[in-house]
């Protein structure tokens, strides 16, 4: 039989991308449309106590413009929502610079546009403030979120601090980052009668559902279909349900017309999240011969004054490695900016700060960082005493070492040059929580004509879901690839939880796996329950399905294919599954940067990038690669580029765009080499052994190319990014 899982099949939806005929949300045709556009706040902190739209309103082409004084009610949904304690537009209260303030609607985008700079609203202002650095005081532990306690205490850390032979006390900062995906969000709202379809850019279609359907007055759950085929990026941006989505409804709802509204790049700065500005302090303490004696780890993270949420995790910190006393605590400041959210990879600013501090225990204990992290390896989770499921780790440091020849360097800081430029060698572990979450349900349809057509509301948010389910679903089935499709971003399918959290795989690959096996027991069912078949009589269990053929085990010569099977039967075979939680599962690696940094200029280029990674059971290289090539992308610009700067008087992001905010492009990338061990994960048996990966391969390597600029220049950088003037 053809080995379809583990085959590097090019992606399905590839050709519809770059031909220009996959339907994005904002693509929707729909005759009749009338765009919207947000109106935002000029300040941070106050209320409003007037505004006159009355220019606007005579503006041509414009249909209305809501403000808080006409805005439908909308109730605060529950679901997963990050609307947490007020929708825009319903009050006059102001929370952050941004916030939407009117809802311009109009006959055409350029008239909506216009009338929003004709509306005058003013405030009644207070100082905002907008820094970690000055609510340090102030700092609370929120009570426990999504990814569980923000503190945990397991030994003495004192203790374990005190027994160290060698310590290492330094404190990080990370800047606010913002997600820029190519494609802004986006929605589209058309009302028939008491039901409306969304066409929403989503990363979660059916937390969107729940909470569009929470949100406005008697409206059910089933009357709330969202579509979201494609998308163009996401990064966590479209994860949470925001509160354009909501609004964009209401006003639809409100004229009895389809409304379309795309944020701007610059209200993408503030209406859909980003990552929070982080403080990071490390204590670490260990024995001279490199034992972790003990680790406390204390961050501070933005959050605004009216929700609380961290989702910059330091999970890793927790159970990486074996360490017998350890103080992890998430701690919040409320500034007056707009809403954190997740960014991929969550656990990125924890393990920049643990993998850095690492980095410096490694000098402090002349001791090679590889050999550091080997001496503290783990095979249990520290916190239960139970067995990971799967974890080759010790193995990703050693192919991963060779891959990059880590035993040619020399450790010692300014050692290694060309020339008068620089070189630095710097590595990580990679490490990032995947599962725990609700999961997902799928169903497949077989027709007469031996095709399958499979189903679940999930997302392909560019990671390759249409094609690793499409593979699922045709080895399963046992049918040719071409023989099989796969249909998401629709929540007429089976319902799927967000495509977030590393969670995709391992839900909706497992839901695929079920129902597809249900399909398949069916078809044998009714071919060894056939007369005709000259598969009648045989146990089911002796029969297997491969390249469009059912065969009996043993008997090669005695098969039938499944297209004739299915034309005689006469009708469709159809399984259903309902979502079963994914259980938990931990993503690792080691990852290996190489620096070139120009002592008169003070420049950074990454030169060479390396990662070893087990993910469990590999089901499509190439997908799997451009995962952790991608990773690598937005390490470097973690690194090096990336922070978002805002006016410290007036709390409003200084440069919305992206000739501002500084991502990397092609000319800052070097040669990336991967590896995957392709180990299956016998905890993830339902997805085929295949563990979630995507966001592992961002979380070690920033430190690696933070590792490796020390070890050129001889200079510890602890306030990212990395820029000339800091290294000068």
């Given at each position: 039989m053809s080995r379809i899982v583990g085959s590097p099949v090019p992606r399905i939806d590839g050709r519809a991308k770059v031909t220009g005929t996959a339907t994005y949300a904002a693509d929707a045709v729909v005759g009749g449309t009338l765009h919207g556009f947000l109106a935002t706040s000029t300040v941070a902190r106050g209320r409003i106590t007037g505004i006159d739209t009355e220019e606007a309103e005579r503006s041509a082409g414009v249909v209305a413009v809501f403000t808080h004084r006409n805005m439908p009610r909308l109730t605060r949904p529950t679901y997963l929502s990050y609307l947490k304690s007020s929708i825009p537009l319903q009050e006059t209260d102001i929370h952050h610079s941004g916030q939407p303030v009117a809802y311009v609607v109009a006959g055409t985008l350029e008239q909506a546009q216009h009338a929003a700079t004709l509306i005058d609203v003013s405030y009644d202002t207070r100082r905002p403030r907008s820094a970690v650095a000055d609510a340090l005081d102030d700092a609370f532990v929120p009570p426990p979120g999504l990814a569980g306690p923000n503190e945990t205490t397991r030994g003495d850390v004192a203790a374990g601090l005190a027994d160290a032979d060698v310590s290492v006390d330094v404190t990080y900062t990370t800047p606010m980052h913002h997600h820029n995906p190519l494609e802004p969000s986006t929605t589209t709202a058309v009302w028939d009668g008491g039901r409306v379809t969304v066409?929403?850019?989503?990363?979660?279609?059916?937390?969107?559902?729940?909470?569009?359907?929470?949100?406005?007055?008697?409206?059910?759950?089933?009357?709330?279909?969202?579509?979201?085929?494609?998308?163009?990026?996401?990064f966590g941006a479209k994860g949470p349900v925001w509160p354009h989505t909501l609004l964009t409804a209401a006003v639809a709802r409100e004229l009895g017309r389809p409304v379309k509204l795309v944020l701007s790049r610059a209200q993408t700065f503030t209406s859909n999240g980003h990552r929070g500005e982080a403080h990071q302090r490390l204590r670490i303490g260990a024995r001279r011969d490199g034992t972790l004696t003990a680790i406390d780890h204390v961050s501070t993270h933005q959050v605004t004054r009216t929700e609380q949420g961290i989702f910059s995790t330091s999970h890793s910190t927790r159970v990486l490695y074996a360490c017998p006393h350890v103080h992890v605590a998430q701690r919040a400041v409320r500034l007056d900016l707009s809403a954190p959210s997740f960014m991929r990879p969550p656990e990125s600013v924890g393990s920049f700060g643990l993998e850095s501090a690492l980095d410096e225990l490694s000098y402090a204990l002349d001791m090679d960082p590889v050999e550091l992290r080997l001496?503290?390896?783990t095979a249990v989770d520290p916190e239960t005493g139970e067995p990971?499921?799967?974890?080759?780790?010790?193995?990703?440091?050693?192919?991963?070492?060779?891959?990059?020849?880590?035993?040619?360097?020399?450790?010692?800081?300014?050692?290694?040059?060309?020339?008068?430029?620089?070189?630095?060698?710097?590595?990580?572990?990679?490490?990032?929580?995947t599962g725990g979450r609700p999961g997902a349900g799928a169903r497949v349809v077989l027709s007469t004509a031996g095709r399958a057509v499979v189903q679940a509301g999930t997302h392909d948010i560019g990671t390759g879901t249409y094609t690793v389910m499409t593979q699922i679903a045709a080895q399963t089935l046992g049918l040719d690839l071409d023989d099989v499709g796969f249909e998401l971003g629709d929540t007429d399918y089976p319902f799927a939880f967000m495509s977030v959290a590393s969670a995709t795989v391992p839900g909706v690959g497992a839901a695929v796996a079920r129902a597809c096996t249900a399909a398949r027991r069916s078809l044998i069912?009714?071919?060894?329950?056939?007369?005709?078949?000259?598969?009648?009589?045989?146990?089911?269990?002796?029969?297997?399905?491969?390249?469009?053929?059912?065969?009996?085990?043993?008997?090669?010569?005695?098969?039938?294919?499944?297209?004739?099977?299915?034309?005689?039967?006469?009708?469709?075979?159809?399984?259903?599954?309902?979502?079963?939680?994914?259980?938990?599962?931990?993503?690792?690696?080691?990852?290996?940067?190489?620096?070139?940094?120009?002592?008169?200029t003070g420049r950074v280029r990454v030169t060479r990038m390396a990662g070893a990674y087990d993910a469990g059971r590999v089901l499509n290289r190439r997908t799997l690669r451009s995962q952790a090539l991608g990773g690598a992308v937005c390490a470097v610009g973690f690194a090096l580029t990336e922070h978002t700067l805002v006016d410290p008087h007036r709390a409003r992001v200084v440069h919305p765009n992206l000739s501002g905010y500084l991502v990397p492009v092609n000319a800052d990338i070097p040669r990336i080499q991967t590896v995957f061990l392709?180990?299956?994960?016998?905890?993830?048996?339902?997805?085929?052994?295949?563990?979630?990966?995507?966001?592992?391969?961002?979380?070690?390597?920033?430190?690696?190319?933070?590792?490796?600029?020390?070890?050129?220049?001889?200079?510890?950088?602890?306030a990212l990014p990395i820029t000339p003037d800091k290294l000068l």
């Open positions: 066409y929403e850019s989503a990363q979660g279609g059916h937390a969107t559902r729940i909470c569009v359907s929470e949100a406005l007055e008697d409206l059910p759950l089933g009357n709330v279909r969202v579509l979201s085929p494609f998308l163009g990026g996401g001496r503290n390896h990971f499921g799967s974890r080759h780790l010790i193995e990703c440091y050693r192919r991963g070492a060779a891959m990059f020849r880590w035993s040619e360097r020399d450790p010692r800081p300014r050692s290694m040059r060309d020339g008068s430029t620089l070189i630095g060698w710097g590595m990580a572990t990679a490490a990032h929580t069912g009714i071919a060894v329950a056939d007369p005709r078949s000259p598969l009648h009589g045989v146990a089911a269990e002796q029969v297997t399905a491969g390249d469009g053929i059912l065969y009996v085990t043993g008997e090669p010569r005695r098969r039938e294919r499944i297209r004739t099977v299915l034309a005689r039967h006469g009708r469709a075979v159809e399984a259903t599954t309902d979502p079963v939680p994914i259980p938990p599962g931990y993503s690792v690696g080691a990852e290996f940067a190489e620096v070139r940094v120009d002592p008169r392709d180990e299956p994960d016998p905890v993830q048996q339902e997805a085929l052994g295949a563990r979630g990966f995507g966001e592992t391969p961002g979380t070690g390597m920033t430190a690696a190319i933070g590792n490796a600029v020390y070890h050129a220049t001889g200079r510890r950088i602890r």
